[in-house]
């Protein structure tokens, strides 16, 4: 062990393999070769080089990972099917005067694509109007009815973004209404697209970009390049309308990947690292008033943008009125940038009251021994009146306490439907079931992502459907087995240190295909033990030799984790994330844990 930090050799770590979550520790694999030639070439200290190996970095990439740059990997537009087509389209409606408008999803990822092109068109001297619909009254994405009203306003050409890739109904009525649709996408889409003029998606079948990890607002971005290169060819820019610098509005991307929950890995990872980056200078007035709002300090980061800024913006989707995000993220007045971002803070707040109340009833009623079989490879949980702007964080909440894939949906009783939001576990794919459950008839509809999918049902279906996912979905839960912390060093308490943070941050921004590093502490004993409101545990831990640490362990005091902690007594194995402590100007570290053991207890052994 050098410097009191120490890279792991033994599968089971620790040799937990069951821990007080239920999870078995793991090392992070990693080449021990590429480590050292890692090490070697840039210097680094060999945890954080092992760190690297071990997500999949190999020495030639190493580079562009600890300093990705886009003019390294920005792809080239015309790689995505259909890019240069709806760059074409756009570009001739702007020739041409066409009145256009945005079609856009009521979460982040659309608020954030839509202030994007609504920036460039406005730099090209056009104010583009936003439609997006309402969650409650028309639901995800375009519908007949929305785009009857739009075309009856007047438009001619709608782009829709983050939404419009499964929308062929919608589209197919556009067209007898001529109402011309380019849709900008990323969610799982079928083999044939919808009959759009163009359908720019990574994920549509046959793109060769190889992007398809991006969120909408990484392809809108991608097509921000593509309208500017479709204008530079026709002359369309001048001394006095200089070409757009898209880079200025990479704030809004990274917020938009992030809030995502996408995999933040190579040109993804350039654009959130850039982007966060560029935030840091709050030129955006709708950004800066909400992070104002939302109390924020510090250098803009993931957590900013995934619990500071993110909830607020969704909160106008989810119980609001659902333009408010991107109205906030596409204005230039701080006036009404202010006014906008305390409308929001407060529905987040209003939010958070409905949220709890669905996670506490649903939980009770999985809690009650005939509605909740462990063995069974995914929940699904449902109840009447549940509000369907929250069963989305309420079905997250509930896969982080159960630990497999959950859906929750809110029953409508007077209008016979069924809203249902899920979320699932790596390596399980939630969103393909949900597709395949739609294509048997089961749903009235559904889609989504990987990790999240959403749909709608007929309440009477929903036993059915149940069982069509746990036979779906047992043989991946099956292949994933017990689920696993992977663990990137031991460290000793006086180890665990500002230095080892802040060498580890080199690694940021965390995320999904860049997890944020896990230490492990081992025979700590817990020490100041306190119970704080909202179900968090504050406490020390000391090691063998008397250093501490200050932790905390988030929504735990009613977990066996939490309740262990709370009891203090003989020392325990604890893994977590290291994070700054700048209180009082201390400058330290605080550590936040992920799981403990006990050694004395013993867990599926």
Not at 70 to 97: C, H, N, V, Y
Not at 189 to 207: H, S
Not at 410 to 439: C, H, M, T
Not at 454 to 474: C, K, N, V, Y
């Amino acid at each position: 062990m050098a410097d009191g930090v120490s890279n792991i050799v033994s599968d089971a770590f620790l040799g937990v393999e069951r821990s007080l979550s239920g999870r078995a520790w793991r090392e992070r694999p990693a080449d021990m070769a590429v480590v050292r030639d890692i090490q070697q070439r840039h210097g680094l200290t060999e945890p954080l080089a092992r760190a690297l190996a071990s997500r999949g970095v190999s020495l030639e990439q190493a580079e562009h990972y600890l300093r990705p740059t886009l003019k390294a990997l920005f792809p080239d537009p015309s790689s995505f099917t259909d890019m240069d087509r709806a760059a074409e389209i756009l570009i001739d409606a702007l020739e041409q005067g066409r009145p256009t408008m945005v079609f856009a999803d009521y979460d982040v990822d659309g608020a954030t694509s839509a202030a994007q092109l609504v920036r460039w068109y406005r730099h090209m001297g056009v104010e583009l109007p936003i439609y997006i619909p309402d969650r409650l009254t028309e639901g995800y994405g375009p519908s007949p009815a929305a785009f009857r009203k739009i075309r009856e306003g007047g438009a001619e050409l709608v782009v829709t973004l983050d939404c419009g890739a499964a929308a062929y109904d919608a589209i197919a009525s556009a067209a007898e209404i001529g109402l011309e649709v380019v849709v900008i996408d990323h969610h799982l889409m079928r083999e044939d697209p919808p009959a759009a003029a163009a359908v720019v998606n990574p994920n549509r079948p046959g793109c060769q970009s190889g992007q398809g990890v991006l969120a909408a607002a990484g392809v809108t971005f991608v097509l921000l390049a593509a309208l500017n290169r479709e204008a530079r060819k026709r002359g369309l820019f001048t001394k006095e309308r200089p070409q757009p610098d898209p880079r200025q509005w990479l704030d809004l991307v990274a917020l938009g990947e992030v809030c995502d929950v996408t995999q933040l890995v190579g040109f993804n990872r350039a654009l959130t690292t850039l982007g966060l980056r560029t935030m840091g200078a709050w030129a955006n007035p709708g950004l800066k008033a909400l992070f104002e709002v939302g109390k924020g300090s510090g250098e803009p980061s993931v957590f900013h943008a995934g619990f500071i800024l993110g909830p607020r913006i969704n909160a106008g989707g989810r119980i609001g009125r659902s333009d408010l995000g991107a109205k906030l993220l596409a204005t230039d007045d701080p006036l009404e940038a202010r006014a906008l971002a305390e409308e929001l803070d407060g529905l987040n707040t209003e939010r958070k009251a409905v949220e709890a109340a669905v996670v506490e009833e649903a939980a009770a009623m999985l809690e009650r021994g005939s509605n909740f079989n462990p063995d069974a490879p995914v929940i699904v949980v449902a109840g009447e009146d549940w509000h369907p702007g929250v069963i989305g964080i309420v079905a997250g909440r509930l896969r982080e306490r159960y630990r497999k894939p959950v859906v929750v949906i809110g029953v409508d009783r007077a209008a016979n439907v069924g809203k249902g939001s899920g979320r699932s576990q790596p390596g399980v794919n939630l969103g393909r079931a949900i597709q395949a459950a739609f294509e048997t008839g089961l749903l009235m509809a559904g889609g989504g992502h990987a990790m999240a999918a959403g749909l709608s049902i007929r309440p009477d279906a929903i036993p059915e459907f149940r069982a069509f996912l746990e036979e779906r979905l047992a043989g991946e839960m099956e292949a994933v087995g017990i689920e696993a912390v992977e663990i990137d060093a031991l460290v000793q308490p006086r180890a665990a240190n500002r230095a080892l943070l802040d060498d580890f941050q080199r690694l940021a921004p965390f995320g999904p295909g860049n997890p944020e590093p896990l230490f492990a502490l081992t025979q700590v004993r817990p020490d100041r033990m306190s119970a704080l409101k909202g179900g968090h545990v504050r406490l020390d831990l000391v090691g063998p030799t008397g250093d501490r640490i200050k932790a905390i362990s988030w929504r735990s005091a009613e977990t066996p984790l939490g309740q262990r902690l709370l009891a203090g007594g003989g020392a325990l194995d604890v893994v977590g994330k290291l994070k700054p402590d700048d209180y009082m100007g201390r400058n330290g570290v605080q550590l936040e844990i992920e799981d403990a053991h006990d050694p004395r207890a013993r867990y599926g052994s």
